[in-house]
């Protein structure tokens, strides 16, 4: 390099400190990502083997909802799983969640013009649903029903164990199946029972598996619940 005051070239003799200093960059780098590696496999088969001690069932193994990886896939997709009748817990939220009764046949639906209340001439599977505010606190909540979520994605979906989905039904605003929620609020230690019918041309002869979105009870994630055949009447 040429000198600052008399512009003749000068040699300078390298640096072995700079050196050292990029060789224990690379060797700390390469040891936090080894270190991380490490951390991520222990984790990974911690969870493994935490599922396959809980033991699923060939039925819903079969289904896919429940394997030996639930709780990892649980911590993906933020979707709870569980069978009917067990009560599951929404995440981000005081509420649980239960399949209470299930049924296949034609529901009373009062007709809030009219007054009165009329069977329905087409047979549907009725979904009875629990809901439980564990809280301190009241908590807004909106039902699954095709028409309070028409403007929205998160419906409630019910489908069989081959994947093929099942239509919501809906009888407009001012008709409602008997027995449906009618509040927005839950309020704490309170427990309502919600109605979601769905259109089936025959009774589902297999386990079938419901998905609620939590949004709708302001909560984060799905509630996913495997239905077997022997709890449909």
């Not at 019918?197 to 609620?212: A, I, S």
């Amino acid at each position: 390099m040429p000198c600052p005051f008399c512009k003749s070239s000068v040699t300078l003799p390298s640096s072995p400190a700079g050196n050292r200093t990029k060789k224990t960059s690379r060797t700390r780098f390469r040891a936090v990502a080894g270190l991380l590696v490490l951390l991520l496999a222990a984790g990974t088969a911690a969870v493994i083997c935490l599922n396959r001690s809980r033991a699923p069932s060939p039925q819903a193994a079969a289904l896919g909802m429940i394997g030996p990886d639930t709780l990892l896939h649980e911590w993906v997709t933020q979707c709870r799983v569980g069978e009917a009748p067990q009560t599951l817990k929404a995440r981000g939220v005081d509420v649980a969640v239960a399949v209470t009764d299930v049924r296949y046949g034609c529901p009373e639906i009062y007709q809030t013009a009219l007054q009165r209340v009329v069977p329905t001439e087409t047979p549907v599977c009725c979904i009875r649903i629990a809901l439980t505010n564990t809280g301190k606190t009241p908590i807004r909540i909106r039902p699954w029903r095709l028409y309070n979520s028409i403007n929205d994605e998160k419906l409630a979906c019910l489908k069989r164990a081959d994947g093929h989905p099942y239509s919501l039904v809906s009888f407009g605003i001012e008709s409602d199946p008997v027995g449906a929620i009618h509040t927005s609020e839950l309020l704490p230690d309170d427990t309502r029972s919600d109605l979601i019918l769905f259109l089936c041309g025959e009774r589902p002869r297999d386990d079938v598996e419901l998905r609620l979105p939590c949004e709708n009870i302001g909560g984060k994630g799905d509630l996913c619940f495997r239905i077997p055949n022997g709890m449909i009447r």
